[in-house]
T-cell receptor, first 116, second 115 residues
Framework: AQKVTQAQTEISVVEKEDVTLDCVYE???????LFWYKQPPSGELVFLIR??????QNEISGRYSWNFQKSTSSFNFTITASQVVDSAVYFC?????????????FGTGTRLTIIP | TAGITQAPTSQILAAGRSMTLRCTQD?????MYWYRQDLGLGLRLIHY???????GKGEVPDGYSVSRANTDDFPLTLASAVPSQTSVYFC??????????????FGPGTRLTVL
């Protein structure tokens, strides 16, 4: 069975601080895919990034960066110089490649509040 | 581009009544999904469809049914609603269920309250 753990239920930081959201996953598949989604207060789910298990390069997109480490089964998400618009619930998700594991498994989410 | 539309936006339903949540996508994606989102539980897969004409059960399928008559539409039916089905329901789609190009795109959600 696959599992995604987001141990941080809620985080609050002051605007302009950096913040890291943790994501730890479990899977027996050798090929798998990791995702981050953002759910702002308006409620929609916004796709942020996909990372394949065979590509451990970290990625930076503006103020967002992702640190994928297979050795620790983690796919952490860092927001640099946070802004109020970053306030949202963030979900990490995992999709395997073997039969029965092809569906997305979501973590329970981390609610991030940026304090002005 | 509209992407994925869901209807209704919200609904209050009496227990025991039936209801169909509608989902339509215009991206010609093969795969479609229904999730429910509950506080503290994240998103859980109810049913999915790999392609038109096929459906499958997800993590929490009991009390729900789906059909996939064509590529664009994937309705979710509650035959006899119960209060535990109070939730926010999200429809999603992806190009395929397999392979690397499989990020899912979500609709705006339907907030359902069963009394």
């Amino acid at each position: 069975a696959q599992k995604v753990t987001q141990a941080q239920t809620e985080i609050s930081v002051v605007e302009k601080e950096d913040v890291t959201l943790d994501c730890v996953y479990e899977t027996r598949d050798t090929t798998y895919y990791l995702f981050w989604y953002k759910q702002p207060p308006s409620g929609e789910l916004v796709f942020l990034i996909r990372r394949n298990s065979f590509d451990e390069q970290n990625e930076i997109s503006g103020r967002y960066s992702w640190n994928f480490q297979k050795s620790t089964s983690s796919f952490n998400f860092t927001i640099t110089a946070s802004q109020v618009v970053d306030s949202a619930v963030y979900f990490c998700a995992l999709r395997g490649s073997n039969f029965g594991n092809e569906k997305l498994t979501f973590g329970t989410g981390t609610r991030l509040t940026i304090i002005p | 581009t509209a992407g994925i539309t869901q209807a209704p936006t919200s609904q209050i339903l009496a227990a025991g009544r039936s209801m169909t949540l509608r989902c339509t996508q215009d991206m010609r994606h093969n795969a479609m999904y229904w999730y429910r989102q509950d506080l503290g539980l994240g998103l859980r897969l109810i049913h999915y469809s790999n392609t038109a004409g096929t459906t499958g059960k997800g993590e929490v399928p009991d009390g729900y049914s789906v059909s996939r008559a064509n590529t664009d539409d994937f309705p979710l039916t509650l035959a006899s609603a119960v209060p535990s089905q109070t939730s926010v329901y999200f429809c999603a789609s992806s190009e395929t269920t397999g392979g690397p190009y499989n990020e899912q795109f979500f609709g705006p959600g339907t907030r359902l309250t069963v009394l």
